[in-house]
């Protein structure tokens, strides 16, 4: 009988590469939020969201205070920009910077900015994909199931294939972003290094997640390879 999916040492050394990188990430992200957050702006994350989302011609998109922390985001179903309450009301260099953030992904929804609308297609299969993948990979190794290994390496496929489109969204929210609080001014030139240093922090989080995403897959492959062999 396999090894179950969690018992497997091999799977830790895997993925190994990108949980280091995304704890370094996620160290980089609180640090340069925290210093960020020090740094006084001109105006709260919502003024800026709001300057942004109305100078392209956005009035009609909200903006929300949520509760959490970094828990903003845009929702393109709502056309609704939600800022967790820091950053909502908070006058610093990281609040205007992450609310730039997501109103650069109201301007790509807005456009029609291909990567986007591919991405949120994409959601419903990377949601089921996640959950799946696993329980069927399980299944499969245990009782030596080719057509259920496949099963969840194609469900786990669709994971993949969410990360790697999410790159370039978030990558270019970033660089709107970066220009948008420049041109709008909001931020001059010689403070954009505060902002610069928590949009990259984060960006470096959505690089680990793919990483991890892909090694875990070629994981997956290389165990449904290995049962093969053994089942001949």
Known sequence: MGMPLYFDPVYLIFIAPALILAFIAQMWVQSAYAKGQEM???????????????AAGLQSVEIEAIPGSLSDHYDPRAKVLRLSADNYHGRSLAAVGIAAHEAGHAIQDAHGYLPLIVRNFAVPA?????GASFFLMFLGLAFHLTGLILLGIAAFSAVVFFQVVNLPVEFNASNRAKALLVETGIVNQYDMGAVNNVLNAAALTYVAATLQAILQLLYFVMRFMGNRREGR
């Not at 990377?126 to 996640?130: I, R, T, V």
């Open 40 to 54: 006084p702006a001109s105006m709260s994350g919502f003024m800026a969201a709001r300057r942004i989302l109305d």
């Open 126 to 130: 990377a949601s089921f994909g996640s």
